[in-house]
């Protein structure tokens, strides 16, 4: 059986059970940004943080693109998130090219050019990447000046979460 001919069975077994409140208006406290990396998908059960409070934003690479933004317009301006926490994590896909070296693995692949993605968002250094990632956010002018703006990175090795300071942009 494929995976998604289980998930829809799953879901099926699961209508039963189903809590309808789940179909009320959300009510997050957080916005989380982080990795699609399928490590990362316990984030919100080691944060200790309810799915039911946190919106989450996932891309590969933890990064903050046009579209990334979009979603946040949303947690804060219309479902009143005060807090955004961007969790970037070490030993990501994004350490293993450049955006020039990655559209030429694409093309050998592919054998076909493309116009878009223009940018691949690759980095040598996470915690770099994290602290640009909240800087964006930081001068957006749609991103008020009372939200909280805080960048960590997830060691998969130890599992330390640490923070990264927003002082200082190397790259
Ligand atoms: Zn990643």
Redesign the pocket.
């Known amino acids: 059986m494929s995976l998604i001919e289980h998930a829809i069975a799953s879901s099926q077994a699961s209508e039963k059970n189903h809590d309808p409140s789940l179909a009320g208006k959300p009510a997050p406290k957080v916005a989380i940004i982080t990795?699609?990396?399928p490590r990362?998908n316990q984030l919100l059960e080691r944060l200790d943080i309810k799915p039911a409070d946190a919106d989450l934003i996932r891309n590969?690479?933890?990064v903050v693109t046009e579209d990334v933004v979009r979603s946040l317009m949303f947690s804060i301006h219309v479902l009143g998130v005060t807090e955004i926490m961007i969790v970037?994590?070490t030993?990501?896909?994004?350490e293993m090219f450049t955006d020039l070296s990655f559209e030429k693995h694409l093309q050998e692949r592919t054998g076909k050019l493309a116009v878009t993605p223009a940018v691949f968002h690759f980095y040598t250094d996470v915690n770099d990447a994290t602290r640009k990632q909240m800087l964006k956010l930081r001068t957006h002018p749609w991103v008020p000046a009372n939200i909280t703006i805080r960048g960590f990175v997830l060691n998969l090795a130890t599992g330390k979460l640490t923070e990264v300071s927003a002082e200082t942009v190397a790259s």
């Not at 030993?91 to 994004?94: I, N, Q, S, V």
């Open positions: 990795c699609m990396d990362m590969v690479g933890t970037g994590h030993g990501c896909g994004m």
